[in-house]
């Protein structure tokens, strides 16, 4: 079917199974957003630290980012993961 033909696309991708994985990521107290998003490509949540910044500052939420814990998907975008950790 054409879904699983996106979905064999999408895994090729990443070098992780076609699952998308779970991650708890936490967000400390104080965390600039530059440590932010370096923590979420330690994680392999965003290939680039730079994208998630460009996509913070896109959506004009640098001050927004909330300190707490996240459930975050390896196959979100980077936009997806600002509206999830900015609330």
């Given at each position: 079917?054409?879904?699983?033909a996106k979905k064999e696309?999408?895994?090729?991708?990443t070098?992780?199974?076609?699952?998308?994985?779970?991650?708890?990521?936490?967000?400390?107290?104080?965390?600039?957003s530059q440590e932010v998003a370096q923590s979420l490509q330690d994680q392999?949540?965003?290939?680039?630290?730079d994208d998630f910044i460009k996509a913070l500052r896109d959506m004009?939420?640098?001050m927004a980012v909330q300190p707490g814990d996240y459930t975050l998907k390896t196959d979100m975008s980077s936009a997806e993961i600002v509206e999830?950790?900015?609330?």
């Open positions: 079917s054409e879904t699983e696309e999408a895994a090729d991708e070098d992780e199974t076609d699952e998308p994985e779970e991650i708890e990521f936490t967000i400390k107290e104080g965390m600039t392999k949540l965003v290939k680039k630290s004009d939420k640098e999830e950790i900015t609330r």
